[in-house]
């Protein structure tokens, strides 16, 4: 084991145990520390490398830990020591309410799916913060300094602090149901990701979106013109976002990237979409996604237009795939799509 | 045993054919959204490519395939091969973009 110490010079003799400060750390490798830490041994303890604890049961890690990487996610912890200095610092899953003052991260730090934390330390600068499904977590701190924040999912953010930076970066509000407004003090970010954020209906006068705003389900009808615009992910024209009526089936079909039609089929609506080409229904049946419907849609001058109309199980999202115009029903149209040109060799035991 | 996780189906096979080790633990990454079908923990799978095929063994009990947007599917120990879903166009067969 490595002893550090940084004293130096006349009328400091080094040895074992200096007092006052500074304290001698001891330097060990990540997997020393993890066998140290499970002993119970106090700190402080500096360690190098990723120290993995996630999914240990703990109740408590030394003071004046430091180190690089720290992931703690999954361990029950409901405080963070004193002191606690790291490179990057994983925390997700915990039941904390709040992380300590003294806490410093340099580069990263993840807080994902704490549902108690409800407070922030004032002042807290870090490159990238990802609080994502804090749901009581009502405000940000005065002072926040980040490149990087991810406040996916944080159902009962309402409050802004007065004075705060999110610096050229990215700041993701995906799903934020509380959020009435953006701050003013937001006036210029490379990627902000708004989608499901209904009761935000306006962006601050000074912000400029250099990179991409993804709108989806927000309370947005207009972004400042120039804008590159994002529906869920996928990048999509003004028209597309803000004037859906304006499309119609015919656009939709000719669109050759089958997300932004994906995209364009969810704005007008598939009822809208099918019933403004006309579509006849040759089969209909229930997969694991729901009801699963062929359709066919005759072009002119072309052969026909043979889709799918499937839900994904998971996301209960609608896809239209086309499928070959020689499909006949909708079991075959889904094994074609899963590759399978026989339609009998297709039975997938489990469809996420 | 078929397995689909969106646009990624994944089949148990018997065995592997002659194919290499390929790193890292993502199946598929969505060309626009930038989602990613993985697994994860990496070190419970091991990626091949045979040609333009791509194989993977789970090494553990079972390995939990994962996307942003997709239920959870854990697949047990065994070797499966991989593909992605297609699309019919009048052109050509292309892949959905994810």
Sequence with gaps: MRVHTSLSGPGHPITPHPEPLPTPVRSVPASEARALILRGAPGPLHFRGTLDLSGVTLTALPDRLSGDTLNVSGTGLDTLPENLDVGELIASGLPLTRVPASLRVRFRLTLDDCPRLTELPAGLSVGSLSVQGAVSLEALPEGLDVCFLNLSRCDALCRWPRQARVRFGHLTLRDCLSLRELPGWLTQIAQLDLSGCRGVTALPAGLRVSGWLDVAGSGLRSAPAGTPLRWRGVQITERIAFDPDSLTGAEILAERNTEVRRVMMERIGYERFLAEVAAQELDRDRDAGGERRLLRIDLPDDEPFVALSVQCPSTGRGYVLRVPPTIRTAHAGSAWLAGFDDPAAYAPVTEA | ML??????????????????????????RGEV????????????????????????????????????????????????????????????????ID
Excluded at chain 2, 10 to 26: E, I, K, M, S, W
Excluded at chain 2, 50 to 74: M, R
């Design chain 2, 3 to 28: 397995y689909r996780h969106g646009d990624v189906l994944v089949q148990r096979v018997d065995t592997l054919p002659a194919a290499h080790p390929r790193p890292g633990a993502v199946l598929a």
């Design chain 2, 33 to 96: 959204t930038g989602h990613s079908h993985r697994f994860r923990n990496p070190t419970q799978v091991q990626l091949y490519a045979a040609g333009t095929d791509t194989f993977v063994q789970v090494l553990s009990e079972t390995a939990d395939l994962i996307h942003e947007e997709h239920a959870t599917i854990p697949l047990p120990r065994g070797t499966y091969r991989v593909w992605m879903q297609r699309e019919y166009s009048p052109e050509a067969i292309r892949r959905v």
